[in-house]
């Protein structure tokens, strides 16, 4: 067979493969579609680096269907239980072992598939944790302090190995990965949620994480305080003093922000997309959160949808209350910026916080002319490009 029917072959299998664990379940099928496939001859058995599951062609022709979706399955679990980009400080060999042990008994259990011995995978694929229970019911970590130090008598003692973990860390970097893999989860979960024809269910192992990202364990109220600690007060040190503007010296404005924090510009999406259960909580949930401060933080509340209505100055949490809204068109994010630089920038915001459903396209960061920004997004669907993020999910 020549070289060019031998890649056909390959990718034929490595495609039917996936089209098979779509139709058994989808919202793993689904996320495999985000994995390009690939073949490495310097590969004994097969691995991922987070973008591309990789086989090698001598391994890849000795699998049967089944063991070729075990495998698969395997690499994939890998990407989405975050192990590629986790245990940097742990040792090598022992946390790749914890993490198949993991990998394999989650797969088991929720495919409802018999623990099986293959020569090609070297024995029965390791699933148990050294405690006798399945690894399914443990995190890579907790079966890390588990397992002896040495590698090759853990290895004796827990099975066959199924691949290579080599190009862990090779690709994007892990903050990268970790957002655009968080974001295909959601979008996986949506799909299975909203589609009557997609076949499966979502797996209790993947509902767990999908939990986690649709409540972050951060409150954005939290967030609000360390983006208003960190990137406003670093960012008020920075701009001249502008009592100094015609000096030939750069001075930095020494505000009290120990104390207080004056002029953040809190905008307000009220297009059409915003219904008023979300604009009444999202209201609320400023309200609250400026409360917090103890009248310590101040500024100007603003509304916008495809124009921005004028700020109105808040001092305290009672007149901010008595602010109300405007809009009801599109959306626009650019206006925002466009706005402060017309008629603000003779005082500028020493921060902006916007809070949106982010159904619009986002400007470039040097619209900011360098104000820190904070979006409040209103669901777990839309992340923005630049700034910080936070969420106010309506429940």
């Given at each position: 067979?020549?070289?060019?029917?031998?890649?056909?072959?390959?990718?034929?299998?490595?495609?039917?493969?996936?089209i098979r664990i779509l139709?058994?379940?989808?919202?793993?099928?689904?996320?495999?579609?985000?994995?390009?496939?690939?073949?490495?001859?310097?590969?004994?058995?097969?691995?991922?680096?987070?973008?591309?599951?990789?086989?090698?062609?001598?391994?890849?022709?000795?699998?049967?269907?089944?063991?070729?979706?075990?495998?698969?399955?395997?690499?994939?679990?890998?990407?989405?239980?975050?192990?590629?980009?986790?245990?940097?400080?742990?040792?090598?060999?022992?946390?790749?072992?914890?993490?198949?042990?993991?990998?394999?008994?989650?797969?088991?259990?929720?495919?409802?598939?018999?623990?099986?011995?293959?020569?090609?995978?070297?024995?029965?694929?390791?699933?148990?944790?050294?405690?006798?229970?399945?690894?399914?019911?443990?995190?890579?970590?907790?079966?890390?302090?588990?397992?002896?130090?040495?590698?090759?008598?853990?290895?004796?003692?827990?099975?066959?190995?199924?691949?290579?973990?080599?190009?862990?860390?090779?690709?994007?970097?892990?903050?990268?990965?970790?957002?655009?893999?968080?974001?295909?989860?959601?979008?996986?979960?949506?799909?299975?949620?909203?589609?009557?024809?997609?076949?499966?269910?979502?797996?209790?192992?993947?509902?767990?994480?999908?939990?986690s990202l649709r409540n972050?364990?951060?409150?954005?109220?939290?967030?609000?305080?360390?983006?208003?600690?960190?990137?406003?007060?670093?960012?008020?040190?920075?701009?001249?003093?502008?009592?100094?503007?015609?000096?030939?010296?750069?001075?930095?404005?020494?505000?009290?922000?120990?104390?207080?924090?004056?002029?953040?510009?809190?905008?307000?999406?009220?297009?059409?997309?915003?219904?008023?259960?979300?604009?009444?909580?999202?209201?609320?949930?400023?309200?609250?959160?400026?409360?917090?401060?103890?009248?310590?933080?101040?500024?100007?509340?603003?509304?916008?949808?495809?124009?921005?209505?004028?700020?109105?100055?808040?001092?305290?949490?009672?007149?901010?209350?008595?602010?109300?809204?405007?809009?009801?068109?599109?959306?626009d994010f650019e206006i925002?910026?466009?706005?402060?630089?017309?008629?603000?920038?003779?005082?500028?915001?020493?921060?902006?916080?916007?809070?949106?459903?982010?159904?619009?396209?986002?400007?470039?960061?040097?619209?900011?002319?360098?104000?820190?920004?904070?979006?409040?997004?209103?669901?777990?669907?839309?992340?923005?490009?630049?700034?910080?993020?936070?969420?106010?999910?309506?429940?």
């Amino acid at each position: 067979m020549n070289e060019a029917n031998k890649v056909r072959e390959y990718t034929e299998r490595l495609l039917a493969s996936r089209i098979r664990i779509l139709l058994s379940s989808g919202f793993y099928g689904l996320l495999l579609m985000h994995l390009k496939l690939a073949i490495d001859e310097g590969l004994e058995t097969a691995a991922t680096d987070g973008e591309r599951v990789y086989f090698s062609p001598e391994f890849l022709c000795r699998l049967s269907d089944d063991e070729l979706d075990f495998i698969m399955m395997h690499e994939l679990l890998h990407v989405v239980l975050q192990h590629c980009f986790r245990g940097e400080n742990l040792q090598h060999g022992r946390y790749n072992i914890a993490c198949d042990i993991v990998i394999n008994s989650t797969i088991f259990h929720e495919s409802g598939r018999v623990p099986f011995s293959c020569e090609t995978l070297g024995g029965e694929p390791m699933h148990l944790a050294p405690d006798g229970k399945e690894g399914y019911l443990h995190t890579a970590e907790e079966v890390y302090e588990m397992l002896p130090s040495q590698p090759d008598v853990t290895l004796s003692l827990t099975g066959g190995v199924v691949d290579d973990h080599s190009k862990w860390g090779k690709g994007k970097t892990p903050a990268e990965l970790r957002d655009k893999w968080n974001r295909h989860i959601i979008d996986a979960a949506i799909s299975i949620e909203n589609d009557s024809n997609m076949r499966g269910t979502i797996p209790v192992m993947a509902q767990r994480i999908i939990d986690s990202l649709r409540n972050p364990s951060v409150d954005w109220r939290t967030l609000l305080n360390d983006f208003v600690t960190e990137e406003i007060c670093d960012y008020s040190f920075s701009p001249p003093d502008r009592r100094f503007s015609e000096s030939p010296f750069f001075l930095p404005d020494f505000n009290d922000v120990d104390r207080s924090v004056r002029n953040v510009l809190f905008m307000c999406d009220t297009s059409a997309s915003i219904s008023n259960k979300i604009l009444a909580q999202i209201f609320s949930e400023v309200v609250w959160a400026i409360s917090q401060f103890g009248g310590k933080l101040s500024g100007k509340l603003g509304f916008f949808d495809t124009v921005v209505y004028e700020p109105i100055p808040f001092a305290n949490e009672d007149e901010l209350k008595s602010i109300k809204p405007k809009g009801g068109g599109g959306t626009d994010f650019e206006i925002i910026f466009t706005y402060v630089a017309e008629h603000m920038m003779g005082d500028p915001p020493v921060g902006i916080i916007i809070l949106t459903d982010g159904y619009a396209p986002f400007p470039k960061e040097s619209a900011t002319a360098g104000i820190p920004v904070l979006w409040l997004i209103v669901n777990d669907k839309i992340t923005p490009p630049w700034g910080r993020v936070g969420r106010v999910l309506v429940e």
